[in-house]
């Protein structure tokens, strides 16, 4: 069954704690992204990747981190650095023009 | 820089009744641009996207949209809105620049009332 699975589909953590998102993919597809959701703000590029061992940041990096160590897999970690991460987070594959996207992961900061 | 703007925040349509949502982008070369739909807290769905060629183009769930680049305009359109269409609209040009990055409107929330 090809697709994006993002886990956990819920995530609370405290304030100050790192916490990691994870995106696998079936698809064979070369580039990933993280996109941040916040009301009334749309999607936002928060990193991307167009191979593995090579990622590049997106509008709103600060405070995160990724690695691409896996084709398939592009985890997102948010640090303590981040001031406001509480959203809805979303990974997409792309295959030529079009994005493809997981179901999302809610983070709750406490 | 690219930019995405959706005027209307929501949206409430009749069931049966004909529906458009607006799309205005600025970006220098020429646009590539989506819709996508999202349900409350789920991912987002492709609705359709323009290229190149013919400026209508269908999309599912009976959806289109025109691209009219003396308008910078990409709007969606549908003849009869089902309640099953109420949701939220996003709107995006893809920045070949960055990646393919894909730049969002802020989105249409809408609702469909029988």
């Known amino acids: 069954d090809g697709g994006i699975t993002q886990s956990p589909k819920y995530l609370f953590r405290k304030e100050g704690q790192n916490v990691t998102l994870s995106c696998e993919q079936n698809l064979n597809h070369d580039a990933m992204y993280w996109y941040r959701q916040d009301p009334g703000q749309g999607l936002r590029l928060i990193y991307y990747?167009?191979?593995?061992?090579?990622?590049q940041k997106g509008d709103i990096a600060e405070g995160y981190s990724v690695s691409r160590e896996k084709k398939e897999s592009f985890p997102l970690t948010v640090t303590s650095a981040q001031k406001n991460p509480t959203a809805f987070y979303l990974c997409a594959t792309r295959f030529y023009n079009e994005q493809f996207f997981g179901p999302g992961t809610r983070l709750t900061v406490l | 820089a690219q930019s995405v703007t959706q005027p209307d925040i929501h949206i409430t349509v009749s069931e049966g009744a004909s529906l458009e949502l607006r799309c205005n982008y600025s970006y220098g070369a020429t646009p590539y641009l989506f819709w996508y739909v999202q349900s409350p807290g789920q991912g987002l769905q492709l609705l359709l996207k323009y290229f190149s060629g013919d400026t209508l183009v269908q999309g599912i769930k009976g959806f289109e949209a025109e691209f009219k680049r003396s308008q910078s305009s990409f709007n969606l359109r549908k003849p009869s809105v089902h309640w099953s269409d109420a949701a939220e609209y996003f709107c995006a040009v893809g920045v070949m620049e960055y990646g393919n990055k894909l730049v969002f409107g802020a989105g249409t929330i809408l609702r469909v009332k029988s």
């Open positions: 990747s167009q191979i593995v061992n090579d990622f």
